[in-house]
């Protein structure tokens, strides 16, 4: 039986090693063109584009552990690992209908504590979030 691609798989360069995210609960694309553009004193709208086809992908999860958490957010850390806050992602396009690969940083991550342990430590998190877009 063949194994499911993941939707997000953040690639090191480096070693062409991958890490695939967890199923997320949401995933939604984003495809921008990219405009530089102004008025005209008659009102029309004067403009070029810049660059079309920006991807962002927005995933969310219900539910991750503290560790499932703590690893998806170390992936964007620089460590001497050869990942950082651009990386190489291979997701699901909406707009070819297929993965791709394209540089890509992450912006605001958020969750919400979900209950501390008896020794003070958070055990998961609820409604946890990222967002990755197109360089």
């Known amino acids: 039986m063949a194994t499911k691609q993941a939707l997000v798989t953040i690639i090191r360069e480096n070693t062409a090693e991958s ?61 001497g690992s050869g990942l950082r806050f651009i990386n190489k992602v291979s997701f699901f396009d909406q707009t070819i209908g297929d993965w791709q690969e394209r540089d890509m940083f992450v912006s605001d991550r958020s969750a919400g504590m979900w209950r501390r342990g008896e020794d003070g430590g958070v055990l998961g998190w609820t409604d946890c979030s990222l967002e990755l877009t197109e360089v």
């Open 19 to 79: 890490y695939d995210l967890p199923e997320p609960a949401s995933y939604s694309g984003t495809t921008s063109t990219v405009i530089d553009s102004g008025t005209s004193v008659s009102g029309k709208l004067l403009g070029a584009v810049v660059r079309e086809d920006v991807a962002k992908v927005s995933l969310s999860w219900r539910y991750l552990t503290a560790d499932q958490w703590a690893q998806i957010n170390g992936l964007f850390k620089d460590k």
